[in-house]
Structure formats: structure tokens, C-alpha cells
């Protein structure tokens, strides 16, 4: 079986982190699992962490636009200084309900999780959705040596992942970066193959509506409705918030 690192960042939302943390214990006793509070220095989530056997880590706030994608160059930092053979990202609204059965062991970069795609041209940007987001080492690698994520591209006044007239865009006018758009990207420029995972089940804000008859012509859909290895969200909608914070809180998944 492959070896596996999990990734949660954290960010005024620990209270997600008990249930969250110890589904994923009861699938994965032994993987190493490793927080990055991104600018939160409640103490809540350290001992949260050592709670379940995982490391902690205070870092600088770098969820904002203005810092591009530094907090996935710093994610890839921590997973590298302990490499294995997978690094899985996931929320603390993400529950893992068993084992991930398929991994391919391969030296081809790959990326995978539910697949999503933003745009319908031509210029189509492919990614996996935020909840629940699956590298393998070769990806993770190539993507930490070509230092993409540094790149100014992904800051104004370009942000290249945020297309005009698209929900990307209006978070990027919320002043938020984006885990899955901008690992979309990065995935294009280097030429990173996208799969969708059937064993993922993961949506933004709330999970995907499925008739019986699309179950049936589909196995990802059939073993996605009905035995999901990982589902995301696993919380009830919270209340709106028009500000940047609390858009933040509701989307950061993305």
C-alpha cells in the first residue's frame, strides 16, 4: 500500500478538527497528518493536533490574493522535509469515511480528486475540487521545483486562474486566493494529468445532486453516491456573511 501524508490548514475553524481528525484516524492510524494554522494562533489547534498524533505548525497568514500561491509553495516546504508516496489535502469539513482503495504507484505527476473545470471555451482550466485534493509525490515535487507557485502570475493584477465572468473571479475580488484553482493552473503549465477520482466526493458549499439514472450509466457516480472513501462538506451551511472574513470561512475550501 502507498504511504500517505494529510494536509489540513487551519484558519478560525478547529472546531471542525475533533470529528474531522478522528474519522481520519480510524482509516489511517498510522499516516502522518500535519497542520498549518495559516495566521490563527488560537493554542486550541496545537492541542487539537496532539490530540491525534499529528504535527502543528504556526505560519503567516497567505491566504489573501496578494501573497498568489505561497501557502501551497509552503504546504509542499513541510510535506517535502517527510516526503511519501501520496500528499492528500483536505478540509476540516472533509470526513474520511474509509480507506482510499486506488492510488497508482507511478512516477507520472498526477493529481486527483473530483473533478472540476471552470470556463466553457477553448481556455477551459481543469482542477479538483478543494475538499479533497490527491498528489502524488512526482506531482508534488515538480510542482515544488518549478516554483510556479511563486510566480507573480498568480498575484493582481493578473491572477491567472481567475477567468473573467467566472465564480473565480469573484473570489478573487473577495481578496481570497484559491487551493484548487491555482493548483489547476500550475497542474496546466507543467502539464500535470487531472483524474477524477471516484472514490471523492467533493463539492463546493454543498454535495452534488445525482438522478438514478445518471448513477447507472456512470461507476464514478455509482461509487460515488453510494461509497465515497472521502466526502466534503460534512457540516451544516453556516449562516451568510457578506464580509471578506466570512466569505472566507464559507468558501475556503476552494
Not at 9 to 21: F, H, R, S, T
Not at 211 to 229: E, G, H, K, Q
Amino acid at each position: 500500500m502507498p504511504s500517505i501524508t494529510w494536509h489540513i490548514q487551519v484558519y478560525k475553524d478547529e472546531e471542525y478538527l475533533p470529528e474531522c481528525l478522528s474519522a481520519l484516524r480510524r482509516s489511517y492510524p498510522d499516516s502522518r497528518i500535519f497542520l498549518i494554522s495559516d495566521g490563527d494562533p488560537n493554542p486550541k489547534i496545537e492541542q487539537i493536533a496532539n490530540q491525534f498524533g499529528s504535527e502543528c505548525f504556526y505560519g503567516e497568514r497567505l491566504f489573501g490574493i496578494e501573497h498568489g500561491g505561497e501557502i501551497l509553495h509552503r504546504l509542499l516546504d513541510y510535506y517535502l522535509n517527510r516526503p511519501s508516496d501520496y500528499l492528500i489535502k483536505i478540509d476540516g469539513d472533509t470526513l474520511v469515511n474509509r480507506r482510499i482503495l486506488y492510488l497508482p504507484i507511478t512516477k507520472r505527476p498526477l493529481l486527483m480528486g473530483t473533478r472540476q473545470v471552470a470556463g466553457d471555451g477553448e481556455e477551459d482550466l481543469v482542477s479538483v475540487q478543494g475538499g479533497c485534493i490527491i498528489l502524488n509525490h512526482a506531482a508534488a515535487s515538480l510542482m515544488h521545483e518549478s516554483k510556479l507557485f511563486l510566480d507573480p502570475r498568480l498575484k493582481p493584477p493578473d491572477i491567472a486562474w481567475a477567468r473573467k465572468g467566472t465564480h473565480q473571479e469573484e473570489r478573487a475580488m473577495l481578496g481570497l486566493t484559491s487551493h484548487d484553482w491555482t493548483i489547476g493552473w500550475v497542474c496546466k503549465e507543467l502539464n500535470i494529468e487531472i483524474w477524477d477520482h471516484p472514490e471523492i466526493a467533493s463539492y463546493w458549499k454543498e454535495k452534488a445532486f445525482y438522478s438514478l439514472s445518471d448513477v447507472a450509466r456512470n461507476y464514478r457516480m455509482l461509487i460515488r453516491r453510494f461509497w465515497p472513501a472521502v466526502t466534503h462538506p460534512n457540516k451544516i451551511a453556516a449562516p451568510v456573511d457578506s464580509s471578506q472574513e466570512g466569505a472566507e470561512r464559507q468558501q475556503k475550501s476552494g
